[in-house]
């Protein structure tokens, strides 16, 4: 669940200040966010997951008002309840695809379970590329592996910027059901931020920004 209330952010070296609106997700509810470049999607983003502070406002995931958190507090909150998808490959090149699951749940206080490592990989098709660096995989796989490292902890929120914006029609489709999927298999809210006009008919709830 998920409560954003005033949010409101200024660029200390910037004078425009974002007014985002209220939003306010039930367990299970998914958003996409759509809006022209430099609107403020990316920093909204930011802001949900705790790596910006906002000017004012709260937000408030299962009733944590995540910014009143301390540092230390905040970023457990983060490698504990929120998955990040980014555009770009943020899995660690000098590691397997196993390696890089196996520390996701490390980092998150989590077992590492061989099992549900590998369920996962099953389920998103990487179960081959398994022992294989990340400089191996193409960028449907990347993207995949990126989905995979954002859910394996079983997170509260998934969060994803552009998931889309460097894949084929077909990966675009694949890539929003799984992470549809995937939240709806453990209760997680699902926001993705776009500016890519093909994932909007595959989300009923859309926000412009
Ligand atoms: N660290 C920063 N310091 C100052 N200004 C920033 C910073 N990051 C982003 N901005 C500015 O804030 C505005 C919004 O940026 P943001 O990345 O949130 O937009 P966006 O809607 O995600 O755009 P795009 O679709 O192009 O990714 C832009 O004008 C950008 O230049």
Redesign the pocket.
Known sequence: MIQINNLTFQ?P??EHVFKFPNIHLKEQENLLVL??????????LHILAGLLQPTQGTVKIDDVSIHSLSHQKLDAFRGQNIGLVFQSNHAVNSLTVLENLQARLFFSKQPVDPKKIDVLLEELGLIQLKKHYINELSQGQLQRLAIALSVIHNPKIILAD?PTSSLDDDNCKVVIELLKKKAEQTNANLVV?T?DQRVKSLFSNTLT?
């Open positions: 660029y070296t910037k809006g022209k470049s430099g609107v403020g999607k990316t920093t909204l552009e931020i500016h920004l």
